[in-house]
């Protein structure tokens, strides 16, 4: 073990000091970027039978992981493995199809690590660390100076170059993302305590009573689950972690606890890297890992001016995209016009004789005559029939909602076929219509 050490940092001068600008540098390009995909995504409840959560489409075009993904390659991070497990055809296949632009030739990847029990034949991926340890030697290969551990089921833009920037001018051996939470929301995270100058003090993980900002009583510092390592100490620190008895192979449970009190860890708070924010400078940040804030990160986009800006050409959100037509909307009767407000409508989309309000429809959604589509999230390929009735909802991809069904008006008439949230968002899937799995 080395202690304290700080390795020789010689990057530290082709830093851009302004904050308006990408902080693409050799610092950079010196990273390696290991994307926790593996994730069983267990509270989007059937929307996760047959897909991981960074599977899961978000925002019309895209899949949840677009943006960690794109985060990365805007960011000027190139290098990167993405850590697969539970249900991981639908991404795996995403990936290939979608991001397969980066160059080898200038050792440009997206490398996929699926759980091979490659260092133990009898186990699979034990937790976010023993993920990054079992692909050590592809890491090692590589000779990185930085480690970026991030997960990859969360809706943000941010430039992990500013934070590189943080970790390097702190001569920190880890730095933690973090974003401030009410302090009545922080026991639902990995909580820093730290002092006056955002060094971490201790790390407590869904504690009932967390600790507050110093100076914001009611704030609290919640982990976002990104992590920057100096390569070599992540090194050391998961070869130690592999050789505890007990240990959960976990970042949050293990690692992290171990390395507060013993090492130089630092916290990066996210309204320093955040792209794109808000003009009352809040930073946009969502897990959408249950059907209500899966539904509401969605339907916001939906509004004049949503928090998360998707029309941003200076920090592109990538993605695999088909060739498809225009949306088309059809016929202009007094009962039976095509129309579609305050809403988003994906290419290939065709609303015949049909209204669509404060919605977002996928891909080659098909909305029949005289149905009512309100407040709901449609996924790609699923048809609406004529005269169905549908409000609040999330329709799953390739379901064929049958004619006439009326579905976000009485909820316990839904319950006896679907699945409906607490807060009275209802969940279709092909199965629960009796039509098969979608992935």
């Given at each position: ?181 009410p302090l009545a929301d922080a026991r639902e995270f990995g909580v820093m305590e730290v002092d006056g100058e955002d060094r971490v003090v201790s790390f407590i993980e869904k504690s009932a009573h967390p600790p507050s900002i110093p100076g ?107 060739q498809l037509p225009p949306a088309k909307f059809v016929f202009d009767d007094n009962e039976r016009r095509g129309t579609a407000a305050d809403s988003l409508v994906s290419g290939g989309c065709i609303i015949s004789g049909a209204s669509v ?83």
């Amino acid at each position: 073990m080395h202690g304290n050490i700080h390795y020789p940092l010689s990057a530290t001068e082709a830093l851009r000091e302004q904050t308006d600008m990408r902080f693409i540098s050799q610092l950079t390009r010196d990273t390696f970027a290991i994307i926790l995909a593996g994730g069983r995504g267990s509270r989007l409840k059937q929307l996760t039978d047959y897909r991981s959560k960074p599977a899961v489409p978000f925002a019309g075009k895209f899949r949840i992981i677009d943006f960690t993904l794109s985060n990365c390659v805007n960011s000027g991070i190139r290098r990167i493995g993405v850590a697969t497990q539970y249900k991981a055809h639908s991404l795996i296949r995403h990936i290939q199809r979608g991001w397969s632009f980066l160059d080898g030739r200038f050792d440009e990847f997206i490398q996929l690590l699926p759980a091979q029990q490659q260092i133990n034949e009898t186990q699979w991926y034990q937790g976010t660390a023993d993920a990054v340890y079992q692909n050590l030697h592809f890491l090692q290969r590589y000779d990185p100076e930085y480690v970026l551990v991030v997960a990859g089921d969360h809706i943000y833009k941010m430039d992990y170059g500013r934070m590189l920037a943080f970790h390097v001018r702190e001569k920190a051996d880890m730095t933690v993302g973090c974003v401030e939470v009410p302090l009545a929301d922080a026991r639902e995270f990995g909580v820093m305590e730290v002092d006056g100058e955002d060094r971490v003090v201790s790390f407590i993980e869904k504690s009932a009573h967390p600790p507050s900002i110093p100076g914001q009583p009611d704030r609290a510092l919640a982990s976002m689950g990104i992590y920057i390592f100096n390569a070599r100490f992540l090194f050391e620190e998961l070869e130690r972690d592999a050789r505890t008895h007990g240990s959960s192979r976990d970042f949050g449970k293990d690692i992290i606890p171990h390395i507060v009190p013993r090492h130089r860890v630092c916290a990066h708070r996210f309204g320093d890297s955040c792209v794109g924010m808000t003009e009352h400078d809040i930073p946009y940040w969502r897990d959408v890992g249950t059907i209500d804030a899966y539904w509401e990160a969605n339907m916001e986009l939906t509004k004049v001016t949503p928090e998360l800006n998707l029309y941003d050409r200076d920090w592109p959100i990538w993605t695999y995209q088909e060739q498809l037509p225009p949306a088309k909307f059809v016929f202009d009767d007094n009962e039976r016009r095509g129309t579609a407000a305050d809403s988003l409508v994906s290419g290939g989309c065709i609303i015949s004789g049909a209204s669509v309000r404060r919605s977002l429809l996928f891909s080659n959604v098909h909305v029949h005559s005289w149905s009512s589509v309100e407040d709901c999230v449609v996924l790609p390929h699923a048809v609406i029939g004529r005269r169905a009735m549908l409000k609040r909802c999330v329709v799953d991809k390739r379901c064929r909602i049958p004619e006439g069904l009326v579905v976000g008006l009485d909820a316990k008439e839904d319950r006896r076929r679907f699945h409906v949230s607490p807060n009275g968002i209802t969940l279709i899937t092909p199965e629960m219509l009796g039509q098969g799995a979608s992935a």
